[in-house]
């Protein structure tokens, strides 16, 4: 992730790249209107991770708004969003910021953008898989895994360790009693 402070403005070097349909694609999508937003910067003042995003959730919002697509689906905001809802609660307008993140995100897997955080998509990826297999999260297999793809053995062996030793990590999975709708519901999203 990255540690820098927000952005503090948005360059306009060439308004051809703008998508005039970026913004009413991302409502459609998302659900939100998001022509609501006053850019009071509440959500902003909310946010626990903003110091970790290049741009605050108010400047995100607005680069959709001008149709800056490639901007806004390669910010690192849209994953370092943890989807903890503090900005929409702070929000005069009630606009649901993680649901816009989401939507973000999903535009720029399937465009093919270079993805600004990709441990954070990884670890996204493991966390789906596991509930595949298992129907609920395995948290060592999603951690061993992670690890694995990553490279990074020891980084956080210590925290394993303990967790394990409260009992927090269970070395074999356990299965949901309805698997059949489980695999229904990811059969189902792979068909969309």
Request: aromatic share 8%.
């Amino acid at each position: 992730m990255q540690n820098n402070t927000p952005d503090s403005s948005i360059k306009f070097t060439d308004i051809s790249r703008r998508d005039k349909n970026f913004a009413e694609e991302v409502k459609h999508r998302s659900g939100e209107d998001i022509n609501l937003c006053w850019h009071c910067q509440s959500c902003a003042g909310g946010c626990p991770f903003v110091t970790a995003m290049d741009y605050t959730p108010n400047r995100l919002i607005r680069l959709v708004q001008l149709g800056l697509k490639k901007e806004a689906l390669e910010s690192s905001g849209i994953w370092i969003c943890v989807g903890c809802n503090t900005c929409s609660v702070q929000c005069p307008n009630a606009i649901d910021i993680p649901a816009v993140n989401d939507s973000l995100r999903q535009m720029a897997m399937e465009e093919g953008v270079k993805i600004a955080e990709p441990n954070i998509l990884h670890f996204h990826q493991e966390v789906l898989n596991s509930i595949e297999r298992y129907g609920r999260t395995h948290k060592f297999e999603i951690m061993l895994r992670y690890k694995l793809r990553r490279r990074d053995w020891f980084t956080d062996t210590a925290v394993g360790l303990k967790m394990f030793t409260k009992r927090k990590l269970e070395l074999l999975p356990s299965r949901s009693k309805d698997m059949k709708t489980i695999k229904a519901l990811f059969q189902h999203k792979r068909s969309v």
